[in-house]
């Protein structure tokens, strides 16, 4: 992290879509790996003013907030500054978990900054925050033959993609932490693989 006298919370941000329709779909991997790190602080989430659901608590030694914007994915950018503005984190404190098309399925890149691939969740950020925060990209693959883009994010994974959700999800809640306690170029090492 670049301010050195920093020491407030990260700020952990799981992307997804708010409601039940949408809790098992590809695009809501952020949601799941933030509810994962939830229950490894012994958290639970609650409604905050930004418009997001929040959980705090200590992950590995370091202070966080967990959050979930309660927006669509697209307008994730307004939750996620009203958190930074009120837990006085800088950019380089913020970690957005995100599903990502161009990736394979169950494979995870950890990087800082860069641009939004076409992601609505993270050109939201970007246009709010600047692009300098940290990603934890969860790879969901492309979509099959000609299936629209939005038509694959928003199913649910397949029954074979479940098979390994569990494991993947665990892995990605395990990149967060390995970012926070071990900086980004070691994690990178262990988990851009």
Sequence with gaps: MS??????PWLIVGL?????????????????VADLLAQRIGARFKAHKSRAQVAEGRL???RVVLAKPM???NLSG???????DFYKAPTSAVIAIHDELDIDYATL???????DNGHNGLKSITKSLGPEYYRV?????????RMEV?????????????????????RSADAVEALLTEGLERAQGTYNT
Excluded at 3 to 8: E, L, N, S
Excluded at 137 to 145: H, W
Excluded at 150 to 170: G, H, I, N, Q
Aim: charged share 25%; proline share 5%.
């Design 3 to 8: 301010d050195d006298a920093y020491t407030g």
């Design 16 to 32: 997804g879509n708010p409601g039940e329709g949408y809790a098992r779909n590809r695009h809501n991997i952020g949601f799941m």
């Design 60 to 62: 590995v030694g370091q």
């Design 71 to 73: 927006t669509f994915m």
């Design 78 to 84: 307004g939750p996620v500054t009203a958190l930074r």
């Design 109 to 115: 890149r950890l990087k800082l900054g860069g641009g």
């Design 137 to 145: 990209r969860c790879g969901i693959g492309r979509p099959p033959g």
């Design 150 to 170: 939005a038509d694959f994010v928003l199913k649910d994974f397949s029954s074979s993609e479940r098979k390994e959700l569990d494991w993947f999800v665990d």
